[in-house]
């Protein structure tokens, strides 16, 4: 007995030992090779595929600055736990880049080397409340090129991603984006003629999207009336091309065949195109957009002969609520899609939708769409006062796209080659000559935006103006609402590295309790139905008690006795109140069972998160314990 006793404590610590000794060679070997695993279901820890395609394609080492202040003391603390998550975002790019971007960790402490390299880098100090500056920010560099992210606020979190894969986009191209921009409208702004200045008036500003897209692109003017789109053109603006000939269509669709980016702003009712005719009583009745001819093609339909109202998202104007009149929220965009993930109090007038199904090798990405509680309506009843729209209101039960992105290789609209401009038209030559062969399809994926509204990036909606307080009689702009940031970001994507199309928003770290959300929204929408049920009743019986007060207000007047309540009026109002008692009796059961069905939803939540894990190793435990039980009576 001794002998075997003595031969299992043996045993038993050379296993131990044999044991250690092959974690240790295992971890010896592993510690090369870093795998890392995303269980999130949004896959919130993964780097998307157009992200790693643009580090890829890297071939000249990057430096990465990543100024941060440390310290538990000088950081604020709800901004400690987001600079960690930049800080691991930032160690993905670089496993992903495979050594071709080096980061640099830096801690600007005050009157420091470190703070003089931010303030060098464009890195902004952010002050506390006791006025000390802290920091938070990326400086990215390649060779002589540099681009700075000043501030990462938290509230930028799902863009994080794409804000840093634009960067390094950025710094790897010397050049500037050329963005043409084709529309009928005083996009670029009027002179001033004599005559107006002795009225007093000046000529018309450029178009404050224009005036910004300046700042980081190179923009260029296109004829509507083109023929062929410059070759250097990367993205290509329409902006309400209303007339736009089938010749400068076939433009537009060799432009995109070849590779170019478009974004179409389209209008069913352009309210503030100054050129179109006006009606009788001096309105302006709008003008309509569309390149039906190119959507066509692409399976997709623009109705330009309605406008989408909306109760959910109704805008306010000078006259009242205006239910086509949209004022978008975040419930209104895609918070998946890089475009629309930030898109926010957006204010649409009188905009259309799309419809249709893409054709075979186009993909379509929903940006912006209306709520189901939305109608298509004519425009021109649409200008005619939203209560009566209101009023006469039927729900399609339909979220009608309003922004729509298509993605894939296109095929040409145009398939027996460029037309032939009209007689008499200004696209018709004299001495033309026979058209080159033009193409037929794309050979690499491109993307084209469609919008359903051209005013929303115009002054008079996108802006307010001021004058400078500080004297000077020079303008001031600012942002009236996220129009123009929605398209800005779109036009700046579309002109970046074809990858960026591709880099999704990045998942947010809060999980959203979706089922107890459902529940609540169940029973909010019961108790919006009993409180219009209150509503009425009470309404009604407010009616009778005015009719019997009325009838027997005459009788008063002869009888003398105008203010003792009728038997009738007694009824009516012991019957009023007793349907107000039953209705909150009604109400207090309601809210009972949401509160008992919320309740054992998050009992049943706490009790797998606390003693489900915990009673998978007691099991466990238990199982192996009599294995060896098992094992040694064996023996």
Same mark, same amino acid.
Request: some cysteine.
């Given at each position: 007995?001794?002998?075997?006793?003595?031969?299992?404590?043996?045993?038993?610590?050379?296993?131990?030992?044999?044991?250690?000794?092959?974690?240790?060679?295992?971890?010896?070997?592993?510690?090369?090779?870093?795998?890392?695993?995303?269980? @999130?279901?949004?896959?919130?820890?993964?780097?998307?595929?157009? @992200?790693?395609?643009?580090?890829?394609?890297?071939?000249?080492?990057?430096?990465?600055?990543?100024?941060?202040?440390?310290?538990?003391?000088?950081?604020?603390?709800?901004?400690?736990?987001?600079?960690?998550?930049?800080?691991?975002?930032?160690?993905?790019?670089?496993?992903?880049?495979?050594?071709?971007?080096?980061?640099?960790?830096?801690?600007?402490?005050?009157?420091?080397?470190?703070?003089?390299?931010?303030?060098?880098?464009?890195?902004?100090?952010?002050?506390?409340?006791?006025?000390?500056?802290?920091?938070?920010?990326?400086?990215?560099?390649?060779?002589?090129?540099?681009?700075?992210?000043?501030?990462?606020?938290?509230?930028?979190?799902?863009?994080?991603?794409?804000?840093?894969?634009?960067?390094?986009?950025?710094?790897?191209?010397?050049?500037?984006?050329?963005?043409?921009?084709?529309?009928?409208?005083?996009?670029?702004?009027?002179?001033?003629?004599?005559?107006?200045?002795?009225?007093?008036?000046?000529?018309?500003?450029?178009?404050?999207?224009?005036?910004?897209?300046?700042?980081?692109?190179?923009?260029? =003017?296109?004829?509507?009336?083109?023929?062929?789109?410059?070759?250097?053109?990367?993205?290509?603006?329409?902006?309400?091309?209303?007339?736009?000939?089938?010749?400068?269509?076939?433009?537009?669709?060799?432009?995109?065949?070849?590779?170019?980016?478009? #974004?179409?702003?389209?209008?069913?009712?352009?309210?503030?195109?100054?050129?179109?005719?006006?009606?009788?009583?001096?309105?302006?009745?709008?003008?309509?957009?569309?390149? %039906?001819? *190119?959507?066509?093609?692409?399976?997709?339909?623009?109705?330009?002969?309605?406008?989408?109202?909306?109760?959910?998202?109704?805008?306010?104007?000078?006259?009242?609520?205006?239910?086509?009149?949209?004022?978008?929220?975040? !419930?209104?965009?895609?918070?998946?899609?890089?475009?629309?993930?930030?898109?926010?109090?957006?204010?649409?007038?009188?905009?259309?939708?799309?419809?249709?199904?893409?054709?075979?090798?186009?993909?379509?990405?929903?940006? *912006?769409?209306?709520?189901?509680?939305?109608?298509? #309506?004519?425009?021109?009843?649409?200008?005619?006062?939203?209560?009566?729209?209101?009023?006469?209101? @039927?729900?399609?039960? @339909?979220?009608?796209?309003?922004?729509?992105?298509?993605?894939?290789?296109?095929?040409?609209?145009?398939?027996?080659?460029?037309?032939?401009?009209?007689?008499?038209?200004?696209?018709?030559?004299? =001495?033309?000559?026979?058209?080159?062969?033009?193409?037929?399809?794309?050979?690499?994926?491109?993307?084209?935006?469609?919008?359903? %509204?051209?005013?929303?990036?115009?002054?008079?909606?996108?802006?307010?103006?001021?004058?400078?307080?500080?004297?000077?009689?020079?303008?001031?702009?600012?942002?009236?609402?996220?129009?123009?940031?929605?398209?800005?970001?779109? #036009?700046?994507?579309?002109?970046?590295?074809?990858?960026?199309?591709?880099?999704?928003?990045?998942?947010?770290?809060?999980?959203?309790?979706?089922?107890?959300?459902?529940?609540?929204?169940?029973?909010?929408?019961?108790?919006?139905?009993?409180?219009?049920?209150?509503?009425?009743?009470?309404?009604?019986?407010?009616?009778?008690?005015?009719?019997?007060?009325?009838? !027997?207000?005459?009788?008063?007047?002869?009888?003398?006795?105008?203010? #003792?309540?009728?038997?009738?009026?007694?009824?009516?109002?012991?019957?009023?109140?007793?349907?107000?008692?039953?209705?909150?009796?009604?109400?207090?059961?309601?809210?009972?069972?949401?509160?008992?069905?919320?309740?054992? *939803?998050?009992?049943?939540?706490?009790?797998?998160?606390?003693? *489900?894990?915990?009673?998978?190793?007691?099991?466990?435990?238990?199982?192996?314990?009599?294995?060896?039980?098992?094992?040694?009576?064996?023996?």
């Amino acid at each position: 007995m001794k002998n075997k006793g003595l031969e299992t404590w043996l045993y038993s610590s050379l296993g131990v030992v044999a044991m250690f000794v092959i974690i240790v060679i295992v971890n010896a070997l592993a510690s090369g090779v870093k795998t890392r695993v995303d269980l @999130t279901a949004e896959h919130a820890y993964t780097l998307s595929a157009g @992200t790693r395609a643009i580090l890829s394609k890297l071939d000249t080492p990057i430096q990465v600055r990543f100024y941060c202040t440390r310290g538990d003391t000088r950081m604020p603390v709800m901004l400690k736990a987001y600079a960690q998550r930049v800080e691991d975002l930032l160690g993905e790019f670089r496993q992903a880049s495979k050594g071709q971007i080096e980061i640099q960790k830096l801690d600007p402490v005050p009157d420091s080397e470190a703070e003089d390299s931010a303030r060098l880098d464009g890195i902004e100090g952010q002050a506390r409340m006791d006025g000390e500056p802290f920091y938070l920010g990326v400086s990215i560099s390649m060779l002589d090129q540099k681009q700075a992210l000043p501030f990462l606020s938290p509230d930028r979190e799902r863009l994080l991603e794409y804000d840093i894969a634009r960067a390094i986009s950025r710094v790897g191209s010397n050049e500037k984006p050329v963005i043409g921009v084709m529309s009928p409208l005083p996009y670029g702004g009027q002179p001033m003629n004599p005559m107006m200045m002795r009225m007093g008036q000046s000529g018309q500003q450029p178009w404050v999207l224009i005036s910004e897209l300046k700042r980081d692109f190179t923009v260029k =003017d296109v004829p509507i009336a083109a023929e062929e789109i410059p070759a250097d053109v990367k993205v290509l603006v329409l902006l309400h091309p209303k007339g736009i000939s089938e010749v400068s269509q076939y433009a537009v669709d060799q432009f995109v065949l070849r590779g170019g980016k478009l #974004i179409a702003f389209l209008d069913p009712q352009g309210v503030l195109d100054r050129s179109s005719a006006g009606n009788p009583m001096g309105m302006s009745m709008g003008s309509r957009s569309s390149i %039906d001819k *190119l959507m066509s093609a692409w399976g997709i339909t623009f109705d330009s002969s309605k406008v989408v109202a909306d109760l959910d998202f109704v805008g306010r104007t000078r006259e009242g609520r205006q239910p086509a009149v949209l004022a978008l929220n975040e !419930k209104a965009s895609n918070r998946d899609d890089i475009v629309s993930a930030d898109a926010n109090n957006l204010f649409l007038a009188f905009a259309g939708v799309f419809s249709g199904t893409p054709v075979e090798g186009l993909k379509q990405t929903v940006l *912006l769409h209306s709520s189901k509680n939305s109608q298509l #309506i004519d425009p021109m009843n649409a200008q005619f006062g939203g209560e009566k729209i209101i009023k006469d209101f @039927t729900p399609s039960n @339909t979220e009608h796209p309003i922004a729509l992105r298509l993605t894939g290789k296109f095929k040409t609209a145009f398939p027996d080659g460029k037309p032939k401009a009209a007689p008499g038209g200004p696209d018709e030559k004299k =001495d033309e000559k026979p058209a080159a062969e033009g193409l037929k399809e794309s050979k690499e994926e491109t993307s084209v935006l469609l919008i359903g %509204d051209s005013d929303f990036v115009q002054d008079q909606i996108a802006v307010q103006e001021m004058m400078n307080p500080f004297g000077g009689g020079q303008r001031m702009v600012m942002p009236a609402n996220g129009n123009l940031a929605f398209a800005q970001g779109a #036009i700046e994507q579309m002109a970046g590295d074809s990858n960026l199309v591709a880099v999704r928003s990045r998942a947010s770290r809060e999980r959203q309790f979706t089922v107890v959300k459902q529940m609540q929204a169940k029973a909010e929408a019961a108790f919006q139905n009993k409180i219009r049920s209150l509503e009425s009743s009470l309404s009604e019986a407010q009616n009778k008690l005015n009719e019997l007060q009325r009838a !027997k207000g005459d009788k008063g007047e002869k009888g003398g006795q105008r203010f #003792i309540l009728s038997p009738e009026q007694q009824n009516e109002i012991n019957n009023f109140r007793n349907k107000e008692r039953e209705v909150k009796l009604q109400l207090k059961e309601e809210r009972k069972k949401l509160r008992v069905g919320i309740d054992s *939803l998050e009992n049943g939540i706490k009790w797998i998160n606390i003693a *489900l894990m915990p009673l998978i190793v007691a099991v466990t435990g238990i199982a192996l314990a009599v294995l060896r039980l098992k094992r040694r009576a064996a023996r």
